[in-house]
C-alpha cells in the first residue's frame, strides 16, 4: 500500500519541482497578467496541463500570485480578493515545511469544477510555496489529487481487514471507507501507542470496542504519514487454519510426487553402480559374503577406492625417495671427487637431471654459531638437515640440483639457465640472501654462505666445492651472516703473520690490575688489529693461536692453573672450532680473561678491603685536619695512584668525594646539635673561607647550612 501511494506522490512532487522551480515562472509571478498578455497566460496553462497526465492522478494545478493578486487553474485566470489572500496566507503559510502534503476539502478558495470528483469531498494537496529557494513568498503552487483516486490504488476491501493512512496527527488522510475520510482518530488507544514507539514499522494487539486486532503500522519517511493495517483476530485465526490445512495438502502430494520420482529414478541410477559393485568385489550382487558386514554397496566400492589410492600413494612415495637418495648419493659423491667423468656424464642424465645449463656454481652453508640459541652442539645434525629442507623449499627446481649435507656442510650446486655471468652472479647473491633470511625466520639461526667461481665441466664440481669451503674461512674477516664469493678473495699467499705485541702487553697489564673494562677494550682492539694486518684468514687464526699460547704463558706467570680440566688441549679444540671474530671474542673474555681476573681479584681482594678499611678509619678520626691521599699514602707505604685506585674500587667512590661527604655529614651534626657559628664550622672542617664551605654545603643539600640550621630547629 505505502509503495503504490508513495510511487505517484513522489513522481507528482519530482514534476512539480521541476516546474515550480523554472525561471519562466518564477518571473511571471511578478508580473500582472492582462488581457493585452494573453501569450503569457497561454503558456503558463498549457504548461499546467502537461503535468496533469493518467499516471499521476493529478485533477488540478493551481499557481497563485500574491504580489500581483491573481490566480491559474484548469478553468482560467482569476483575480485574488482581500478576503481569499487573507485566508490562504492563514491556511498554507503556516505550514512546517516550504513543501507538504495536506488534506483538504474541495479546495473552497480556488475551487473549479474540474477540480472536484465525484462523490470525493477531499483532495490530497501538494502545497510549495514560491519561490522554494528564497524567505520572501510570492506565491503559491498547489497541485491537488482527489483521495478517491488513490483509494483506489490501495489493496481491495475485506471483511477480515480494513487499512488507512494517516497524518502525525491521526487524521485519516487515506481509508476504504470514503466516509471516514478526515476524520481524526488521535485519541484512540492504538493510535496513541503507535505514536510512543520509536521503531519505523511493527506490529501489536489492540482491543477497539469488543474485538480484538492486530495493528500493522508503518511510518513514511516521505511525508511523516503512517500506513496502518487492523485485522480481526478470529478472522485472522480462522484463516489461518485453512491455509494450514491447504499447505497440508498440497506438501503432501509434493511428497508423494517426490517419492514415485525417487523410486523410478533409483532404478534407473542403479544400475551402473550395480556392475561397478560386481566389478570392485568379484560377486554378483547380492551374493557378497563380507556384504553382511557393510551397511552398503557405496561402502565396499569406497573401501576399495580408498586401499588403490593409499597403494599407489605409497608407491609413488617409495619411488620418489628412492630417487632423490640416490641423486643426493651421486651429488655426495661428485663433490667428494669420487667419480670418473665417464661415470658422471652417464649417472647425470640417468637420474633425470636437467641438462640444459651454462654454467654452475657451489653453494656452501655453514651454521656460524649455536651461542645464544635454544640449540646445543648435538642439535648440529638434525639443524642442517633442517636447513637442507628449507634450502629445497625455498630455491625453485629449475635453478639448483637436489641440496645436500656433506659433513658439517650444506651444499647446493646452483644453475645458470642462459643469463649473462653478471647477471648469474646477481642471482647467486639474491638468492643466497633469501636463504640465510628464511633461516633466520624459521630456525632462528645465523649462517654464512660461500660461492665458488662459476664452472662449465661437471667434473670440476670438487674444485668448486672447495673453493666454497675456502671462502667459509674468510669470516674471521667479515664476520657472520656473511655472502663470501671465492672470486673476490685476497688470496695473499705470503706467509708473514702481523702481530701488534705492544696491544698484547697492555692487556697482560689490565689483566694483572683487574681492570675488566680496560682489558675487554684491549682484548677487541688487539684482535681488530691481527685481522686488519692479516689480510688472509689463515694468518689471523694463526696470530689468534699465538695471543691464546702467550695468554696461557702469562697465566704459568702469575701462578693460575688452567681452568679446563684437559688443560690446554681443550682450550685449543674449542677456539679453532669458532669460525667469527665476534665469537672468538667472546670465548676469550668469557673463558680465559675473566677467569683470570676473577681468580687475581679473590687473591688481592682480602688486602684491598684492607687498606680501604684503613683510609676510612683515618678520615673518620681525622677529619678535621688537612688530610690528603699523599700524606695517608706515605704513612701506609703505598702509591697515591694505586691507593686511589684500590679506594674507588672497592669503596664505589673516590678518596675526595668520600671525604667531603663525610665532612658534609659531621657539618649538618653541628648545624643541629651545637651552636657553632658557620665560620666556625667551616675553619674546622678545614675550609679555606666560609663562603667555599657554604657553597658546597649548598650544592649537596640544596639549601644554605644557615637555612638548614633554621628549618631543623623550627621543626624540633
Known amino acids: 500500500m505505502q509503495?503504490?501511494?508513495?510511487?505517484?506522490?513522489?513522481?507528482?512532487?519530482?514534476?512539480?519541482?521541476?516546474?515550480?522551480?523554472?525561471?519562466?515562472?518564477?518571473?511571471?509571478l511578478s508580473r500582472s497578467i492582462t488581457p493585452e498578455r494573453f501569450q503569457l497566460y497561454n503558456q503558463i496553462n498549457r504548461e499546467l496541463n502537461e503535468l496533469q497526465t493518467f499516471d499521476t492522478d493529478l485533477s488540478d494545478i493551481t499557481v497563485i500570485s500574491q504580489e500581483k493578486k491573481w490566480y491559474i487553474n484548469n478553468s482560467g485566470l482569476y483575480p485574488l480578493d482581500e478576503g481569499k489572500q487573507a485566508l490562504m496566507v492563514s491556511l498554507y503559510n503556516s505550514l512546517k515545511s516550504r513543501s507538504s502534503w495536506v488534506l483538504e476539502q474541495n479546495n473552497a478558495l480556488v475551487a473549479t469544477k474540474e477540480g472536484t470528483a465525484e462523490n470525493c469531498r477531499y483532495n490530497v494537496n501538494l502545497v510549495k510555496q514560491l519561490p522554494l529557494n528564497s524567505m520572501r513568498h510570492k506565491g503559491l503552487a498547489i497541485a491537488s489529487i482527489p483521495s478517491c483516486s488513490l483509494v483506489k490504488r490501495m489493496p481491495l476491501k475485506s471483511k477480515t481487514n480494513s487499512m488507512m493512512a494517516l497524518d502525525d496527527n491521526g487524521r485519516i488522510i487515506l481509508h476504504q471507507r470514503q466516509s471516514l475520510i478526515g476524520q481524526s482518530i488521535r485519541n484512540e488507544g492504538y493510535f496513541k501507542n503507535i505514536r510512543r514507539l520509536a521503531a519505523k514499522n511493527g506490529q501489536f494487539d489492540a482491543s477497539i470496542g469488543d474485538t480484538d486486532y492486530k495493528i500493522t503500522y508503518q511510518k513514511s519517511d516521505y511525508n511523516n504519514w503512517i500506513y496502518v493495517s487492523l485485522t480481526t483476530m478470529p478472522d485472522l485465526y480462522r484463516q489461518t487454519t485453512s491455509i494450514g490445512w491447504f499447505t497440508f495438502t498440497i506438501c503432501g502430494i509434493l511428497l508423494a510426487l517426490s517419492l514415485l520420482f525417487s523410486w523410478f529414478g533409483s532404478r534407473h541410477f542403479y544400475k551402473p553402480i550395480k556392475v561397478l559393485y560386481e566389478s570392485v568385489s568379484g560377486f554378483a550382487a547380492g551374493s557378497d559374503p563380507a556384504k553382511g558386514h557393510l551397511k552398503s554397496e557405496f561402502e565396499l566400492i569406497e573401501r576399495?577406492?580408498?586401499?588403490?589410492?593409499?597403494?599407489?600413494?605409497?608407491?609413488?612415495?617409495?619411488?620418489?625417495?628412492q630417487v632423490t637418495q640416490l641423486k643426493q648419493y651421486f651429488l655426495t659423491r661428485l663433490l667428494l671427487g669420487k667419480l670418473s667423468e665417464e661415470e658422471t656424464k652417464e649417472r647425470f642424465a640417468g637420474l633425470g637431471f636437467a641438462d640444459n645449463w651454462s654454467h654452475l656454481s657451489v653453494f656452501t652453508l655453514q651454521i656460524d654459531t649455536l651461542r645464544n640459541t635454544p640449540y646445543e652442539k648435538k642439535d648440529l645434525d638434525v639443524l642442517l638437515f633442517a636447513v637442507n629442507s628449507l634450502v629445497d623449499r625455498t630455491v625453485p627446481r629449475e635453478s639448483r640440483l637436489s641440496p645436500i649435507v656433506i659433513d658439517k656442510t650444506q651444499t647446493t650446486v646452483m644453475l645458470n639457465r642462459g643469463k649473462s655471468l653478471e647477471r648469474f652472479h646477481q642471482h647467486l647473491e639474491t638468492t643466497a640472501s633469501s636463504i640465510q633470511q628464511k633461516i633466520k625466520e624459521e630456525l632462528g639461526l645465523f649462517v654464512s654462505i660461500g660461492i665458488s667461481q662459476p664452472f662449465t665441466n661437471l667434473a670440476m664440481s670438487k674444485h668448486a666445492y672447495l673453493e666454497g669451503l675456502e671462502a667459509l674461512t674468510y669470516r674471521l674477516k667479515s664476520g657472520k651472516h656473511a655472502i663470501i664469493f671465492f672470486e673476490q678473495l685476497d688470496r695473499n699467499k705470503a706467509f708473514l703473520t702481523q702481530f701488534p705485541k705492544q696491544i698484547q702487553n697492555e692487556l697482560f697489564e689490565a689483566?694483572?690490575?683487574?681492570?675488566?673494562?680496560?682489558?675487554?677494550?684491549?682484548?677487541?682492539?688487539?684482535?681488530?688489529?691481527?685481522?686488519?694486518?692479516?689480510s688472509n684468514p689463515h694468518h689471523c687464526q694463526i696470530a689468534i693461536a699465538r695471543l691464546l699460547n702467550n695468554l696461557i704463558e702469562f697465566m704459568h706467570l702469575l701462578g693460575i692453573e688452567l681452568f679446563e680440566p684437559n688443560g690446554s688441549k681443550m682450550l685449543y679444540d674449542d677456539i679453532f672450532e669458532l669460525t667469527t671474530l665476534d665469537e672468538i671474542e667472546s670465548w676469550m673474555k668469557s673463558q680465559i680473561i675473566s677467569k683470570m681476573i676473577e681468580t687475581l681479584s679473590i687473591r688481592e681482594g682480602s688486602q684491598y678491603k684492607n687498606i680501604s678499611e684503613k683510609i676510612v678509619h683515618i678520615i673518620q678520626q681525622e677529619f678535621d685536619t688537612d688530610l690528603t691521599l699523599e700524606s695517608i699514602a706515605g704513612r701506609l707505604h703505598y702509591n697515591p695512584n694505586y691507593l686511589s685506585s684500590i679506594f674507588r674500587k672497592e669503596m664505589k667512590i673516590s678518596f675526595s668525594e668520600y671525604l667531603t661527604s663525610y665532612r658534609h655529614h659531621i657539618a649538618k651534626s653541628w648545624l643541629t646539635e651545637t651552636t657553632l657559628s658557620v665560620k666556625e664550622i667551616s675553619e674546622k672542617l678545614k675550609y679555606k673561607n666560609p663562603q667555599n664551605f657554604i657553597r658546597s654545603f649548598k650544592k649537596l643539600e640544596g639549601i644554605t647550612p644557615g637555612k638548614y640550621r633554621e628549618l631543623k630547629n623550627h621543626s624540633a
Open 304 to 321: 576399495n577406492i580408498k586401499e588403490m589410492k593409499n597403494k599407489n600413494h605409497d608407491l609413488e612415495k617409495r619411488v620418489e625417495q
Open 511 to 534: 689483566i694483572k690490575t683487574c681492570d675488566r673494562e680496560k682489558a675487554g677494550e684491549r682484548l677487541h682492539l688487539l684482535l681488530e688489529t691481527v685481522c686488519s694486518e692479516n
Open 3 to 28: 509503495l503504490n501511494i508513495e510511487h505517484i506522490l513522489k513522481t507528482v512532487d519530482h514534476s512539480f519541482t521541476n516546474y515550480v522551480r523554472s525561471y519562466p515562472l518564477i518571473q511571471t
